[in-house]
């Protein structure tokens, strides 16, 4: 046994506990007790946890940061999930959130589980110390919209309950403003990320912008997510219309993620 | 009327619809593919071709169409910004909010509410007395956030369209011992070596072009580029982005006099006059093979097998395909042409563009303009004898949690103090 093994072996357990977590959420939603919502956030911690593990021997393994492939990026970026949901999650204690975001982080490990775990040496383009700095914040990028996407759904199905006494779920208006407060945190990492690429292909490709389809979909996020901004704080958008933009946002998210890679390669085609 | 148009132009509303059109002009430049010619348009989309073609769908990032969407943006942005910021530098001096409705009185009977004023004085706030009470305040500079974040935004956009009118850029091959000449701009450099690093499965580490740089009134200097590093000289970056064999080519007589000799680099076809003779090199194979189809392949960049694979054709057309190893002559008719070697020579790309500077400037102040919209937002807290009240337009439901975790956390030290 090596640490390719144990580095393999963790990250399945790790999506295994993410399942687990996930369903945990559910079962408390469903009518659960309340043992059930904090047995999946101490799931969720423990998946986190074991998940890191695995990126750590990854990491030893290869020598670098594990932002170099599909693969790492799709686990990266789950881990980008899970972390934030993690700090929203201790920082202002809200129940039954997991059951929204946690599908989430182990839809995206089921994708990275499907994709090449090969580690190979970094192409001479990508050897370069920009590389952490603008992968690393886009996963935490990514990490808040999908946790602002998770908000979303669930205030989307259960907005005419969650002002209900009895309810599991946070009230409309605290969700509405973490919500907020989330996609603010996610687009000044996206503006980070988008900045860091600029200089970085200044460095490496002659040019800081060249409508590369990742830059230009980037770029659309960036500006759907402007929009939602404004709305929100210059015409009081709450609620509904704010949600569902949040969720579109994500959509972009995820086109800019996986649908650019499959449908519009270019120079960010690394497989 | 005008003046309707002109409160249009710079209004919220179009902004908006201005950010989801140079969305939509933007999804287009990715979904059709660009820079292509007429015809494969026409062969792609039939009747749409010439119209996608009118409409500029070819090009659509270096389009009028979307040049005057972008600068119909920075005036919208430019009026917007300034009908907004006379009314933020005002408050950002004097301002003082009155309570809403989503504003939560956090007093409760306990607490000293001089204590809790030195308590917010520590915190940063700054306590001010007025005619009806105090209010504590923090981060007022937030007040120009949304400003100074258009203000990068319109930095970056007018410092990339002036620069772009101004960039000069190109492409260059050299093998090693050429020269390249800048006149225009007072300097010449030599390619001294170009090599690659290979790892031990045969994919390539890093290339190398060691330059020798000679510029006007300056010591000659060595310089090293490589893919992340370029070299910089007076503005114009050069970069390593390309790499291919160069190969030597020699027709001579059968008495053994070079009648011709050539390099291919990027070009694959050399003529050769007397004879009218075409001479194509379909490849050069450091480390020759030939895969199931019988094709000629190479397995590495490593110079271990060396071959080449030379066609003719001469006026009737297509004469004979040849494999050959260095050196080893064909003949046609009372000639030789043989491959003498190859070497690798390096591709550099060059471009100046001193539009980025403003560009990058832009973006940090676009950053700072983000960062005091959403996190040093202004804050306010209205005090009086049975009121602490936090206000906020940003973000009344964080700050109020916050204010009242640091309210517990005095409790806590007043009550170890008691």
């Known amino acids: ?271 | 009327m005008l003046k309707r148009i002109t409160n249009f132009l710079t209004s919220l509303k179009f902004g908006i619809i201005l950010f989801i059109i140079i969305a939509v002009y933007s999804i287009i430049g990715t979904v059709i593919p660009q820079g292509m010619d007429l015809q494969f348009y026409l062969n792609q989309y039939h009747t749409f071709g010439s119209l996608m073609v009118f409409l500029q769908f070819d090009r659509v990032y270096s389009s009028v169409i979307y040049l005057a969407i972008v600068l119909v943006f920075v005036i919208n942005l430019v009026g917007c910004t300034l009908k907004i910021l006379p009314v933020q530098l005002k408050k950002m001096k004097d301002y003082i909010p009155t309570k809403g409705k989503n504003n939560e009185n956090l007093y409760e009977n306990w607490m000293d509410i001089e204590d809790i004023k030195s308590g917010f004085t520590k915190k940063g706030f700054k306590v001010i007395d007025t005619e009806d009470g105090s209010y504590a305040v923090k981060h007022r500079i937030g007040h120009v956030g949304s400003s100074v974040t258009h203000l990068g935004i319109v930095i970056i956009i007018l410092g990339a369209l002036i620069g772009n009118m101004f960039v000069k850029e190109g492409y260059i091959t050299l093998a090693p011992g050429e020269i390249y000449e800048f006149n225009e701009y007072g300097f010449t450099f030599k390619l001294d070596d170009f090599y690659l690093d290979l790892r031990e499965d045969g994919s390539v580490e890093q290339y190398y072009s060691e330059l020798t740089v000679y510029e006007d009134e300056k010591e000659p200097r060595s310089e090293t580029i490589w893919v992340n590093n370029p070299l910089n000289i007076n503005g114009m970056y050069f970069y390593q982005s390309n790499y291919g064999w160069a190969s030597k080519m020699q027709i001579t007589c059968a008495e053994g006099h070079v009648h011709q000799e050539s390099i291919f680099k990027e070009n694959p076809h050399v003529f050769y006059d007397k004879e009218s003779l075409t001479v194509l090199l379909y490849g050069y194979y450091p480390d020759f093979s030939m895969d199931i189809h019988g094709n000629p392949i190479t397995l590495s960049q490593n110079v271990r097998n060396p071959a080449y694979a030379v066609v003719l054709y001469n006026e009737e057309g297509y004469v004979n395909s040849y494999i050959v190893r260095p050196g080893q002559p064909i003949e046609y008719k009372d000639i030789e042409i043989k491959f003498v070697d190859s070497v690798l020579y390096t591709g550099l790309t060059y471009r100046q563009d001193f539009g980025y500077y403003p560009v990058m400037i832009g973006s940090i102040i676009l950053t700072l303009g983000i960062l005091l919209s959403f996190y040093f937002y202004p804050k306010y807290i209205l005090i009086s004898q049975d009121e602490i009240i936090p206000v906020t337009r940003q973000n009344v439901w964080g700050f109020t949690i916050k204010i009242k975790r640091m309210l517990k956390e005095l409790n806590k030290v007043r009550g170890n103090n008691q």
């Open chain 1, 1 to 271: 046994m090596n640490i390719v093994f144990f580095e393999e072996a963790s990250f399945t357990i790790a999506f295994i506990i993410y399942i687990v977590a996930a369903l945990g959420f559910f079962v408390y939603l469903a009518g659960g007790k309340e043992k059930a919502d904090k047995i999946a956030v101490y799931a969720s911690l423990a998946g986190f946890i074991v998940h890191t593990a695995a990126m750590i021997l990854r990491v030893i393994e290869s020598g670098r940061l594990p932002f170099s492939n599909q693969f790492e990026f799709a686990s990266s970026f789950t881990w980008g999930i899970v972390l934030i949901f993690l700090i929203i999650q201790f920082y202002y204690k809200f129940s039954s959130l997991g059951a929204f975001v946690m599908p989430l982080a182990f839809l995206m490990m089921g994708y990275a589980s499907m994709l090449s775990k090969d580690i190979k040496p970094l192409m001479p383009a990508l050897q370069s110390r920009w590389l952490s700095i603008h992968v690393g914040s886009a996963v935490i990028s990514y990490g808040s919209f999908a946790v602002a996407c998770g908000l979303a759904i669930m205030y989307l199905l259960n907005r005419k309950n969650m002002d209900k006494a009895d309810s599991k779920l946070p009230d409309a208006e605290a969700y509405d403003y973490l919500s907020y407060r989330i996609i603010a945190f996610g687009f000044l990492m996206l503006t980070i990320v988008i900045v860091t690429g600029a200089i970085w292909a200044k460095y490496a490709w002659s040019r800081y912008w060249a409508w590369d389809p990742k830059e230009t979909w980037s770029l659309i996020t960036w500006l759907i997510y402007s929009v939602y901004l404004h709305l929100r704080f210059n015409r009081g958008w709450k609620g509904k219309p704010a949600a569902l933009f949040a969720v579109i946002g994500f959509v972009c998210v995820i086109f800019t993620f996986v649908g650019v890679n499959i449908l519009l390669p270019g120079l960010h085609s690394y497989n």
